[in-house]
């Protein structure tokens, strides 16, 4: 947990199709981060061996393309509109993936208990996938950054943060509000896109961390998410929004 793997993929279009050629390097970040104004000056005495969560940023549908080509190969906490994708639904159903329906009230208590289930699946049985989890629930420019929802942090146990770093010449990831085909037909004409993924090292609760931010939510797991978030914008420099502007 005391890496972080930065892989860069160059997307070409080749005669109409699209070629990713990925190079992977890992390296140590013990002076690069430190969590001690956040988790306590003896945070790294804890070693934590790989969590059963996943959180990343969101920027695209691309996000999740790229997550299934890691070598996490995780199931995916969802929107309950994926399972009406053709081919893509089979695929999300058949690693496991919880999904949830954000305005049923019901469906947001179930994907709670389904994500409770797969943490101690994993801590049974560590060869179980894990969860990735993109806490701010909906998709975001890569500049700023939504308060998390509690979901990921509702077990408060440790947490991979990820963080995905896209740049595109002339099309953006993040064009979402362009429909799906078309965008992904401009994201291929493009001449490269290039991915950075930065593995941060595990986050996990703390008294110190408890009690230094308490002022950042009132409940355990909404000071733990808060503070996650606060990570991520201080490590990457993010702004952090309430909400998407319309």
């Known amino acids: 947990c005391n890496e972080t793997a930065t892989t860069e993929i160059y997307t070409r279009s ?3 199709s699209v070629r990713c050629v990925q190079e992977t390097g890992i390296t140590n970040i013990n002076d690069d981060i430190d969590y001690s104004p956040w988790l306590g000056p003896n945070w790294k005495t804890n070693k934590i061996a790989k969590p059963a969560i996943i959180i990343c940023n969101h920027m695209s549908w691309t996000d999740i393309l790229t997550a299934m080509t890691t070598d996490e190969f995780p199931a995916f906490v969802s929107s309950s509109h994926v399972k009406k994708i053709p081919l893509v639904n089979s695929v999300a159903e058949a690693i496991g993936s919880v999904f949830v ?9 179930n994907a709670l208990e389904a994500i409770k289930t797969r943490v101690e699946c994993f801590n049974a049985n560590p060869n179980y996938p894990q969860l990735w989890i993109f806490p701010e629930g909906c998709t975001t420019n890569g500049k700023h950054m939504l308060r998390f929802k509690r979901g990921a942090f509702e077990t408060e146990t440790p947490v991979q943060p990820i963080y995905l770093e896209y740049y595109s010449p002339f099309c953006s990831v993040s064009y979402d509000t362009i429909p799906s085909i078309p965008h992904f037909l401009i994201m291929g004409c493009q001449p490269f896109t290039i991915l950075k993924i930065h593995r941060l090292p595990a986050i996990f609760p703390t008294e110190f961390m408890l009690e230094k931010y308490k002022e950042f939510g009132k409940t355990k797991s909404e000071i ?13 420099g993010l702004k952090k929004i309430k909400s998407i502007p319309s």
């Open 224 to 236: 733990y998410a808060e503070v996650a978030r606060d990570i991520y914008c201080t490590t990457f």
């Open 101 to 109: 329906n954000r305005e049923d009230t019901n469906s947001r208590t």
């Open 14 to 16: 080749i005669v109409g």
